[in-house]
């Protein structure tokens, strides 16, 4: 079965400073990969998604993450911190097993961004 | 504008009654899904449907169900048999093959 794993519940940066934020999935077949954020009592936002092609993604607000299938990884970065993207970031799996389809999500890595 | 909506924003119920929150979308998407989030432990599915008058029970689907007599709606009931409600409820839903999904804005659920 699909898992997600998000290494740190807690991140914090400084203003300006690389953001990093690690997902490692496990898969038996091509993942679906997704990166949501979510802020103090919303909804969940998509940030970006890889399905095929480029390993590289980008999606909004500046983050990107890259596929590596022989590290199992998605990590999400962003080169530059703003005050804005002190959030809960989520990763994701597809999962089609038995026929349904449902997304299998990490336990959240909550980003902190001090000045 | 196409998009999902859950009402209430915020509910609370006393011990030992039953409550529905709402979840509707217009977004055509066939599959929709139920989720409880709690600090700390992320998101867990409680149930999810792949289309109208079929639904499949989650991770968590004790103490609560769900109807799906129509495409836009997946009301979710949380019975008295559940015994921890309090929490943040989550509606989702998606219309394509690589299963993106669209969240609502959330019910917070408080047991006084």
């Known amino acids: 079965a699909q898992s997600v794993t998000q290494l740190g519940s807690h991140v914090s940066v400084s203003e300006g400073a690389l953001v990093l934020l690690r997902c490692n999935y496990s898969?038996?077949?091509?993942?679906?990969l997704f990166w949501y954020v979510q802020y103090p009592n919303q909804g969940l936002q998509l940030l970006l998604k890889y399905t095929t092609g480029a390993t590289l993604v980008k999606g909004i607000n500046g983050f990107e993450a890259e596929f590596k299938k022989s590290e199992t990884s998605f990590h999400l970065t962003k080169p530059s911190a703003h005050m804005s993207d002190a959030a809960e970031y989520f990763c994701?799996?597809?999962?089609?097993?038995?026929?349904?389809?449902?997304?299998?999500f990490g336990a959240g890595t909550r980003l902190a961004v001090h000045p | 504008d196409g998009g999902i909506t859950q009402s209430p924003k915020y509910l609370f119920r006393k011990e030992g009654q039953n409550v529905t929150l709402s979840c509707e979308q217009n977004?055509?998407?066939?599959?929709m899904y139920w989720y409880r989030q709690d600090p700390g432990q992320g998101l867990r599915l409680i149930y999810y449907s792949q289309i109208v008058n079929d639904f499949q029970k989650g991770d968590i689907a004790e103490g609560y169900s769900v109807s799906r007599e129509k495409k836009e709606s997946f009301p979710l009931t949380v019975t008295s048999a559940q015994k921890n409600p309090t929490a943040f409820y989550l509606c989702?839903?998606?219309?394509?093959?690589?299963?993106?999904?669209?969240f609502g804005p959330g019910t917070r659920l408080t047991v006084l």
């Open positions: 977004l055509n998407h066939d599959a």
């Open positions: 989702a839903s998606t219309g394509t093959r690589v299963n993106e999904q669209f």
């Open positions: 898969s038996s077949v091509p993942p679906y």
């Open positions: 994701a799996v597809s999962d089609s097993s038995g026929g349904y389809n449902k997304l299998i």
